[in-house]
């Protein structure tokens, strides 16, 4: 019986070398000597002034909220079709979430619609750089200028993908990237800031260790460490940075190999998308995606799920997300109806995601796509 997952983490091989050498460097605690090195080949790859390794990207997110000062009454602008931690980041610290929806082409918020969205409240723009396809950032970042407001990237599925020939999480003055199980490059949980406003730098090392001044002390700056501000535990073990760097110094094979899968998928499907049944994603000519993902988009929600049951039932396993955030109990709190996001609503209901994962042989995923070809021939 065929069985192809969703899923599958990709082991590069070096994860254990590094492993054991953390572990024989005899300091497994967080900012030794792989987490500088993440730090760095992550900073020079992507031109970004400083990448600081957290334990999730969610982390990342809540030290970007701290740094901006949110609090009660301020507004943040962002897609409503998107992973939870994007808004609860925010929403944490008492702010709230301003919902915009997304384009059809990219499923990216869309810029277009961020103007009529801001008040005097706002204070940040969220983007949310959905698959590993930049969201339009020139405008983004215009509008944020025109308005005296802050952008964030939510690059979590976006580390190796570029706009107009920037790295995503270098755009905007905060980026934050993910490397859970389910990302590109992955240390089973993970994450990491990138701070491309210098002048963030010293307070987000403040955040990320406690509140206390730890970072500057050990490189000599301050002769003893204390509070200085607010802030959490955000520095992941050094176990987990040696991983991590095991699968980035695989960055371009890993790249290599998605961008294949990916072709595939579009070369195998085009035919059964010009038949009109489904459409295939987007990338803008001034976008490079990573190949974070490839979903198609149905015509309604029964073909939709009927297409998951019948994929399941060849062992197949393909899924669909989001919910909408402003359709959910906690959206609804803030006051957000069925029908305010109408493509939001109706692409959530219509998305089908498609395996994809480095180890896909060619031959299942072949096994994919005579399986999608055959239900729409019924
Ligand atoms: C995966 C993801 C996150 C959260 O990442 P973690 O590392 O699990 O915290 C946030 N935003 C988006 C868009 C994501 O896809």
Redesign the pocket.
């Known amino acids: 019986m065929t069985s192809i997952p969703f899923n599958k983490p990709y082991m590069t091989g070096s994860e254990l070398t590094h492993i054991t050498r953390a572990v024989e460097l005899g300091n497994i605690t967080g900012d030794g000597h792989f987490t500088a090195e993440c730090s760095r080949l992550l900073e020079s790859r992507y031109d970004i002034a400083r990448v600081l390794l957290t334990p ?6 809540e030290i970007s909220a701290m740094l901006l000062n949110l609090r009660s009454g301020d507004e943040v602008i962002l897609p409503s079709y ?5 808004a609860n980041a925010f929403v944490r610290l008492g702010a709230r979430p301003v919902f915009v929806d997304i384009r059809e082409d990219t499923l990216n918020i869309d810029e277009t619609k961020i103007e009529a969205a801001i008040t005097e409240r706002t204070k940040m723009i969220c983007a ?3 698959a590993g396809v930049a969201c339009e950032m020139d405008s983004i970042m215009r509008i944020a200028d025109d308005h005296g407001i802050s952008v964030l990237e ?1 690059a ?2 976006g580390v190796h993908a570029e706009y107009r020939g920037r790295a995503l999480g270098s755009i905007a003055p905060l980026g ?5 199980a ?2 590109n490059y992955t240390c089973g ?3 990491a800031l990138c701070i491309n406003d210098p002048e963030l730098i010293d307070r987000a090392e403040i955040i990320r260790e406690k509140g206390t001044n730890r970072n500057q002390f050990l490189r000599g700056d301050v002769d003893k460490y204390t509070w200085v501000d607010v802030g959490s535990s955000y520095v992941p073990s050094e176990i987990s940075s040696a991983f991590l760097f095991g699968q980035l110094e695989h960055l371009d094979a890993i790249a290599e190999r998605r961008k294949e899968i990916y072709e595939r998928y579009e070369s195998l499907l085009q035919p059964v998308a010009d038949n009109g049944h489904f459409s295939l994603p987007c990338i803008p000519a001034d976008c490079r995606s990573n190949y974070h993902m490839f979903y198609i988009v149905l015509k309604d929600q029964s073909v939709r799920d009927q297409l998951i049951d019948n994929l399941r039932q060849n062992g197949i396993s393909a899924v669909f997300h989001y919910i909408p955030l402003h359709s959910s109990l906690m959206g609804e709190s803030f006051g957000y109806q069925h029908g305010d996001l109408p493509i939001t609503e109706s692409v959530s209901t219509r998305l089908v995601r498609l395996p994809f994962y480095f180890e896909l042989s060619t031959d299942d995923q072949q096994y994919c796509c005579e399986k999608i070809s055959e239900f729409f021939k019924r």
Request: hydrophobic share 35%; proline share 0%.
């Open positions: 999730s990207c969610t982390a990342a997110l998107t992973f939870v931690s994007t949310v750089h959905y939510d979590a599925q934050a990237y993910s490397f859970h389910t990302k949980e993970g994450g």
